[in-house]
């Protein structure tokens, strides 16, 4: 928990605003532009509960694709929960991006697949950790001023380790432009990999409405998924290689069953594009693993020898 300085809160501008909070500059001094603080009121316990499991995911993932947290702060007043979260400032979402790209000057196909490879590494780190995104859509993509592309809003709770079904779920889970069409209407349970196979499809309308410069350009009703699905693809396949087309098309499968993994997604990247920057962004995501794994065995030498000291 980091030590929250009011008077460090440019609390009279907003960067950005939604239904469940504000979003302000946060800065050490006049000059500091590197930080947000996301300012999130609610009287709901699980809507509270809902923003830590994002603040738990967001200290915890190392990983150079996913939006990290930097500290939070929690006060009560009354029913009202006011939670500040601190993290890096971006310079704009993927929706941004689509909203200002002048209209017929499509993105070069050398940063489609950066950004595309980047999220799927991204995405591949957290269903490896048994964490599904379950509301990935372009305004929880965001673009720093690198040109880093990462995941943001990570709020759903990681899964436990067995292999049973999960709680039933509604139809209000996630966006509806965004939702793969097996969860749309749906209230039966589902097995976990149903969850991770819904994540990528979202990942591939979100890369979809980035290679056309479309905002919502699959819609979720039944009756016409298969006919703009395959459009959707036809168009991309004019303006891009085949090889980026197949991965795309793969991800907006109407069967979950024959959608790839994230993991073998990533393979397919690898070997249907030549790219130096998919290469040398694997080797750069590996060091990341292999850091946060050094930090985890710490912590857990550390957990332990706290219960022993207890006795």
């Known amino acids: 928990m980091f030590s929250f300085d009011p008077m460090k809160l440019a609390s009279h501008q907003e960067l950005g605003s939604g239904p469940l909070g504000i979003v302000h500059p946060y800065r050490k001094d006049t000059k500091d532009k590197r930080w947000i603080l996301k300012h999130i009121t609610t009287a709901s316990i699980s809507s509270f509960l809902t923003f830590m499991n994002e603040i738990v995911i967001g200290f915890s993932s190392n990983h150079p694709s996913i ?16 939670i500040y979260i601190k993290m890096p400032r971006m310079r704009e979402n ?3 991006l689509i909203e200002n790209q002048n209209k017929g000057e499509y993105l070069p196909e050398e940063k489609i697949i ?62 509806y432009f965004y939702m793969a069409p097996e969860l749309l209407g749906n209230t039966n349970l589902f097995k976990k990999r149903d969850f991770y196979a819904a994540d990528i499809w979202s990942l591939g309308v979100a890369m979809a409405e980035l290679c056309l410069l479309k905002k919502e350009i699959i819609s979720p009703h039944i009756s016409f998924k298969e006919p703009i699905v395959q459009s959707v693809i036809n168009e991309i396949r004019q303006r891009y290689s085949q090889g980026l087309t197949d991965v795309i098309a793969n991800m907006l499968s109407l069967d979950p069953s024959t959608r790839k993994s994230i993991n073998e997604i990533r393979k397919n990247l690898e070997e249907r594009v030549d790219n130096v920057i998919v290469r040398n962004y694997d080797f750069l995501c590996n060091i990341c693993i292999r850091e946060y794994r050094k930090w985890n065995q710490h912590l857990i030498r550390l957990q332990t020898m706290k219960r022993k000291n207890s006795f």
């Not at 939006?67 to 006011?82: D, K, L, M, Q, T």
């Not at 995104?133 to 990681?158: M, Q, V």
């Open 67 to 82: 939006v990290p947290i930097r500290g939070y702060f929690v006060e009560a007043s009354g029913p009202v929960f006011n």
């Open 94 to 96: 993927l929706t941004g």
């Open 114 to 175: 950066k950004y595309l490879y980047s999220l799927v590494s991204g995405l591949e780190y957290l269903h490896n950790r048994r964490i599904v995104h379950r509301d990935i859509k372009p305004t929880n993509i965001l673009i720093d001023e690198n040109e880093s592309i990462k995941l943001s809003d990570i709020r759903a709770p990681p899964f436990c380790p067995d292999n049973g079904l999960v709680q039933p779920i509604t139809s209000q889970a996630g966006t």
